[in-house]
């Protein structure tokens, strides 16, 4: 019998094992990437917030780069829209956007014009529309030319405080739940999620729906159609960021492809390859708001650019979804 023994382990950790490794992937997706993100979320808000109560004038260096450090940080994690980001319209509360009917600024130069002495009470500003709060909100009073001069410097700067204050609170918010709760869900299924196939789906889902913002809205609004091109729809053109998100994003999606591929070395040097070109193409673009998409020379290199974005996309739903058992036809823009 004891010879039966270590023949018995050996045979048990040969069956465990794929479950092992797929269960340090997640650890590995939550450890190096979601958690990191979530607490530099948190961690650049607060420091916005704190800037904005010493110095909230629109030309403020400090503001501003505050302002972008934290812009930065939500892009990097932007497309991990579930759970705590989810909850309570969080999400859209940080970044409205698109807005395609042009709420913010209506919200904002009504705000301004009456003067709401509710926007000094934090509890009372949560309430307020989505279009006068979150990032976008906060690009119009620092970088919009009619906006940032509007009304009184006293009411402009009291709405770039409550708008800074808000947006700490509510990626304070997103970082505890996932410290506290979500994360733990997620490496243990059983409550939230039945199975790790759901868990999979779920980073999947993360992962896909990055890659369709980036190319359908980010690149595809701009570029509107060769008759009509929209260089105004580019997303935070005022504050010259409408390139950099892309690449952030890039940045961002790049590492979860490669943790989710797994031990198909094969899949995650493809997407090394087509990550790195693609990258390269973001970064010769040279054209900070994407306006070139109204000049035929230089917008055919962005549409070359929506492409590739497009050719990550069908690797990931052609070759990595069906190895982590996603239905083919899945659609991250679908709900559950």
Same mark, same amino acid.
Request: charged content about 25%; some cysteine; overall charge negative.
């Given at each position: 019998?004891?010879?039966?023994?270590?023949?018995?382990?050996?045979?048990?950790?040969?069956?465990?094992?794929?479950?092992?490794?797929?269960?340090?992937?997640?650890?590995?997706?939550?450890?190096?990437?979601?958690?990191?993100?979530?607490?530099? @979320?948190?961690?650049?808000?607060?420091?916005?917030?704190?800037?904005?109560?010493?110095?909230?004038?629109?030309?403020?260096?400090?503001?501003?780069?505050?302002?972008?450090?934290?812009?930065?940080?939500?892009?990097?994690?932007?497309?991990?829209?579930?759970?705590?980001?989810?909850?309570?319209?969080?999400?859209?509360?940080?970044?409205?956007?698109?807005?395609? &009917?042009?709420?913010?600024?209506?919200?904002?130069?009504?705000?301004?014009?009456?003067?709401?002495?509710?926007?000094?009470?934090?509890?009372?500003?949560?309430? %307020?529309?989505?279009?006068?709060?979150?990032?976008?909100?906060?690009?119009?009073? @620092?970088?919009?030319? #009619?906006?940032?001069?509007?009304?009184?410097?006293?009411?402009?700067?009291?709405?770039?405080? $409550?708008?800074?204050?808000?947006?700490?609170?509510?990626?304070?918010?997103?970082?505890?739940?996932?410290?506290?709760?979500?994360?733990?869900?997620?490496?243990?299924?059983?409550?939230? %999620?039945?199975?790790?196939?759901?868990?999979?789906?779920?980073?999947?889902?993360?992962?896909?729906?990055?890659?369709?913002?980036?190319?359908?809205?980010?690149?595809?609004?701009?570029?509107?159609?060769?008759?009509?091109?929209?260089?105004?729809?580019?997303?935070?053109?005022?504050?010259?960021?409408?390139?950099?998100?892309?690449?952030?994003?890039?940045?961002?999606?790049?590492?979860?492809?490669?943790?989710?591929?797994?031990?198909?070395?094969?899949?995650?040097?493809?997407?090394?390859?087509?990550?790195?070109?693609?990258?390269?193409?973001?970064?010769?673009?040279?054209?900070?708001?994407?306006?070139?998409?109204?000049?035929?020379?230089?917008?055919? &290199?962005?549409? $070359?650019?929506?492409?590739?974005? #497009?050719?990550?996309?069908?690797?990931?739903?052609?070759?990595?979804?069906?190895?982590?058992?996603?239905?083919?036809?899945?659609?991250?823009?679908?709900?559950?």
């Amino acid at each position: 019998m004891r010879a039966i023994v270590p023949a018995l382990t050996l045979s048990l950790s040969l069956i465990l094992s794929p479950l092992t490794a797929r269960a340090d992937m997640v650890d590995d997706i939550l450890d190096q990437q979601i958690l990191p993100g979530m607490m530099s @979320l948190a961690s650049t808000a607060s420091q916005l917030a704190q800037v904005a109560q010493a110095d909230c004038r629109a030309e403020s260096p400090q503001l501003r780069q505050a302002f972008g450090a934290t812009f930065d940080a939500w892009v990097s994690v932007s497309h991990l829209r579930f759970g705590p980001s989810e909850a309570d319209n969080r999400a859209f509360a940080l970044a409205f956007w698109p807005d395609s &009917r042009g709420k913010i600024p209506k919200e904002l130069a009504k705000i301004i014009a009456e003067g709401e002495p509710s926007i000094d009470q934090p509890s009372e500003f949560a309430s %307020y529309s989505i279009a006068a709060r979150g990032l976008y909100a906060l690009e119009f009073l @620092l970088y919009d030319a #009619n906006l940032s001069t509007r009304g009184t410097p006293e009411t402009r700067c009291r709405l770039t405080r $409550a708008i800074a204050g808000d947006i700490a609170s509510t990626a304070r918010a997103i970082q505890t739940d996932w410290y506290d709760n979500y994360a733990a869900q997620m490496r243990r299924p059983g409550d939230r %999620y039945q199975t790790r196939t759901e868990i999979k789906q779920e980073l999947f889902k993360a992962l896909n729906t990055g890659f369709q913002i980036t190319a359908d809205m980010r690149l595809g609004r701009p570029l509107g159609s060769f008759d009509r091109p929209r260089p105004n729809r580019a997303e935070a053109r005022r504050s010259g960021r409408s390139l950099h998100h892309v690449e952030l994003s890039l940045r961002a999606l790049q590492p979860l492809a490669l943790a989710l591929s797994g031990d198909n070395q094969e899949l995650a040097a493809r997407f090394q390859t087509a990550f790195s070109q693609t990258l390269t193409a973001t970064a010769r673009l040279d054209d900070p708001t994407l306006a070139g998409v109204a000049d035929p020379g230089s917008r055919f &290199r962005i549409e $070359a650019l929506q492409q590739q974005v #497009n050719d990550l996309r069908s690797l990931a739903e052609t070759d990595l979804g069906p190895s982590l058992g996603v239905d083919p036809g899945f659609n991250s823009l679908d709900g559950d």
